[in-house]
Each structure stands twice: as structure tokens, then as C-alpha cells.
């Protein structure tokens, strides 16, 4: 009866093992300025100081810290993703801060990340479960545009899945609407020129190179910036790219709200052979999904749903972000 207890409790223990091995959560959130309290005298970011205009104390930083936290181990209650990019912070201490809250601290994750141009300090980084993903190189990606303005950096991270995937993984914050959409498109199209240039680099050194694009790109699916100078238009053409945000774009949802309209800002591009790939790593479902708990929206007396921010100019909500997180899952063939 002992030995049958055993072989019972080795059996579940190895098929959750093998679960795990054969599935990878990985997502991408813009957090809405998550900026420590410390002035930096190189950038631009008084206003979140605790003598600042917004207030900015320890206590609203180690809650928002345990609120993006939340969201990160939320998104698939079966596990914490194995890779997260992140976009609005500020710099390598947030994300240092963010991987030893409660929610997070029992997890190896490791961070890449470096300072960008962006004249407030605002940069991209990455947290990878250093168990599951092994690191190999990282690189940032400027981009040359001939605006007075600084575009931030992309970042580039190679590595190893479970040991056996190289995935090449780009994390982008493109240039906001602010100043008009149609005004500010050359800039978001520069950076898709950029990183085009970036991914045919790849693919043409391997034409069967996993290519993961992640980030706040501040267009959607059928943006020229997206859908054709980055050529992420789900066709079938060799060295086009696919979005698996696209469908559910066509469907209403997103994952930002203004004035009630609701755009997908935030994208997942993958590269064809994270699609059709017979013996490793591929998109469940050939879909990527918007994480829109209850607990991190809000609705207005008329009804109208967003994103539960922190702040609305100089309020200050208590919210998580003014972005919904987005995430795919990776199944083993």
C-alpha cells in the first residue's frame, strides 16, 4: 500500500513536471509610469517625487509595485509567465523592486533592461524566470528620426527556452499619439522601418528563426506603421509577420481606452515558424489574449469601462494602469 502511495505521488508529481515543460506564459504590460521616488538629476522626473506635483510617496511605490505584481501572477492562474517585457519604467531599480515583492519573490527572475534616450527617463525592460529561459545576449536598438524629440530604444534578448527553443525577442514603446496620430505616424513608422530591418537581419540567417515582437506600439493591427512598413499583416508571403492581436482587434476588444473607444495599442507579433513549427514551441492557439479582470477596470457612473489607472493628470486613482496587460501561451509540439 506504502509503494502504491509512492508511485501515485511520483506519477502526479512527474506529469506537472511535464505540463510545465510543455507550456510558457509569456505577456507584455505597460504599467503607467512606474517610477521609483528618488530624484534623478539626468531625466525629468520631479513630478514623482514625494515633493512632486503627483505626490509620489513610498507608500503609492511599494503599492503599485504589489499591484503590477498581482496583475504579473494573474494573468494565468496555472502559472507565472517565464518571460514578461514591460514597458513605462523607469529604470533598473523598478524592475529589481517589482521581482522581490510577495507575488513574485519565488520565482529566479532575472531582468534585462537599459536606459533609453527618452528625455523622462521612460524605458522598456524584460523579467525571465532564469529557470525555465536561459539568457544568451541582449542589445538596444536606436532609432535615427530627424524630430527634436528622442524615440526610445528598442530591446532586443536572445535566448533559450526550456533548453531547447532560441527565441529572439523584441520589446518595443513606440512614439505616442500625443501631438495628433496622423502628426506623430512618421515616427512610429520609422520605428517599424527599424525593426523590419532588424528582423530580416534574423531570418536571413535563419529562415526558421522564432521571432517574438512585444510592446506598447501605440498604433493598431491595421496601422500602416504595423500592418505594412513592419509587413505584420498574417499573410502567407515568406517574411511576413503575423499579429495575433489582429483578430481580437476585429472583434472590438483592446487593451486602451479613450473616451470610450477602445484601441489595441499593445501587439504581439510573432514570426511564421512560431505558428506552423512541428516539433517545438508554438502559439497555442494561434491567438494572443487580453488580461481584463474585474478587479483591474473601471466603470464610470454611465457604465463606460478602462483600464483602472493610477492617475489622471495630477489625481491620483490608486489604479494598476491605463493599459491592459496582453499574453500568449507556447505549447510543445
Known sequence: MKNLFLIIIVSIISISIYAQDNNATI??????NLFDTIDDPLITDEEFTPEGKKQWTTERYQKKLNDIAKVISSVNE??????????????????????????????????????????????VGLIYNSDEFTYLSHKTIPINTSSKYK????????????????????????????????????????CAETLRKEVDLILESNKNAKILIMGDLNDGPKNTSIFE?????????????????????????????????????????VSNHFLNDKNGFVVDGKTGHVFSADWITYENKNGVKSPSRTYGGPNYYGGYSD???????????
Open 27 to 32: 505577456m507584455f504590460y505597460n504599467v503607467e
Open 78 to 123: 496555472n502559472e507565472l509567465p517565464v518571460i514578461a517585457g514591460l514597458c513605462e519604467i523607469e529604470n533598473r531599480t523598478v524592475l529589481h523592486d517589482l521581482i522581490k515583492t510577495e507575488a513574485l519573490k519565488s520565482i529566479n527572475y532575472k531582468i534585462v533592461h537599459e536606459d533609453s534616450p527618452d528625455s523622462r527617463g521612460i524605458d
Open 151 to 190: 524615440v526610445r530604444d528598442i530591446l532586443y534578448a536572445k535566448g533559450i527556452l526550456y533548453g531547447e527553443d532560441t527565441i529572439h525577442i523584441f520589446v518595443n514603446h513606440w512614439k505616442s499619439r500625443s501631438g495628433g496620430q496622423q502628426e506623430t505616424e512618421p515616427q512610429r513608422i520609422k
Open 229 to 269: 512598413s513592419l509587413n505584420a499583416n498574417n499573410s502567407n508571403y515568406e517574411g511576413s509577420l503575423f499579429n495575433i492581436m489582429l483578430e481580437l482587434s476585429e472583434t472590438g476588444k483592446g487593451t486602451h481606452s479613450y473616451r470610450g473607444n477602445w484601441d489595441m495599442l499593445d501587439n504581439l507579433i
Open 323 to 333: 493599459h491592459y496587460p496582453i499574453y500568449l501561451i507556447l505549447k510543445k509540439n
